[in-house]
């Protein structure tokens, strides 16, 4: 009995195993997670650590991701920086109250020693290097803000002594400057990862749990008001998620929050990371997210433009 053997193509199946081998590598690969912000994101609870920030809601939330997609735990850079406002972002210079950005920007090892580089020139020498390996930055967090409103608290004390009307036009100078920086991260990050998950907090209140009069307590309020409406109005343009953590902070200060402080407990952490686990939804491809959002972003760019 003679067996007869098929003749094998050669050409086409060196192409059907490249192809085969293409896949797997891009099933295995290791994609990176970027976090983006100030202390909360950067992991400080009652002590601040000097680490690469692979710690916190970033820690739980890159766990999270390595349960889905490839099952592989994501590359984590984490460029936070503890007591960062919207302006340091760029200039690399704090404003008082906040301690000296160089000293701030020295706990995160991910500076390399480097502690005069604005988060903004390190977040974008970072997309250009994980573009250059090969490795895809397929989630980003950015979460602005908090610090501004200690650096407005040390510029206008007299604030609660003001008209109403006064006190209006302060708090719609704040939140155009904040606008502009967010948006000016965003449309960086936008454009080098038009296909990336990006997820924006917003903040908790630390004084939730004090006083209804206390003046500080109103100013949190205020903020995380004006800081919310920032982020929900740019959640359709940039095709962003909201994830919402003040809610589930209110009545439970004494619980998520450092006694005595204004950072997360290890719990907060875990609040905060579950709250961005329901607010992870599926990335949009780069042509959908522009068809459905240059159109609500020239009109920010409108309203604002005149301010950059």
């Known amino acids: 009995m003679h067996i007869r053997y098929s003749t094998v193509n050669l050409p086409i199946a060196a192409g059907v195993l490249t192809l085969l081998l293409a896949g ?22 009652d002590v601040t650590p000097i680490s690469f920030g692979d710690q916190g809601y ?15 735990r994501p590359n984590v850079i984490n460029l936070a920086i503890p007591g960062e406002s919207s302006n340091s972002f760029f200039t690399a210079v704090s404003a008082l ?21 604005s988060q903004d020139a390190l977040l974008l020498a970072t997309l250009g290097a994980e573009a250059a390996v090969g490795r895809t930055i397929t989630n980003v967090s ?19 002594l003001l008209s ?20 000016t991260v965003l449309s960086q990050v936008r454009i080098a990862l038009p ?15 004090s006083a209804p009069d206390n003046p500080f307590h109103i100013a949190n309020t205020i ?8 982020i929900t109005s740019l959640a359709g343009p940039f095709h962003t998620s909201v ?58 760019l409108k309203v604002y433009g005149k301010r950059i």
Do not use: C
């Not at 109403?164 to 948006?183: K, V």
């Open 24 to 45: 797997l590598s891009r099933a295995d690969s290791i994609e990176t997670y970027l976090a983006l912000g100030d202390s909360i994101a950067f992991g400080v609870t």
């Open 58 to 72: 970033v820690r739980l939330y890159a766990d999270f991701l390595a349960t889905q997609g490839n099952g592989l």
């Open 97 to 117: 109250p906040l301690p000296p950005h160089d000293l701030l920007a020295s706990v995160n090892l991910n500076y390399h020693g480097d502690a005069s580089l």
């Open 142 to 160: 950015f979460a602005i803000g908090a610090n501004d409103l200690l650096v407005f608290e040390q510029l206008h004390p007299d604030f609660f």
């Open 164 to 183: 109403p009307f006064q006190q209006q036009q302060l708090i719609s100078a704040f939140a155009a400057d904040l606008t502009i920086n967010y948006i």
């Open 195 to 209: 296909d990336a998950r990006l997820l924006l907090l917003n903040y908790y209140d630390p004084l939730g749990s």
């Open 223 to 230: 903020f995380d008001q004006v800081q919310d409406e920032i």
């Open 243 to 300: 994830v919402d953590i003040n809610t589930p902070f209110r009545g439970r200060e004494s619980e998520l929050i450092v006694t005595g402080g204004s950072h997360p407990t290890d719990q907060g952490y875990t609040v905060i990371e579950k709250q961005m686990e329901a607010a992870t939804v599926p990335e949009l491809s780069s042509v959908t997210l522009l068809a459905t959002g240059v159109g609500t972003l020239m009109v920010l």
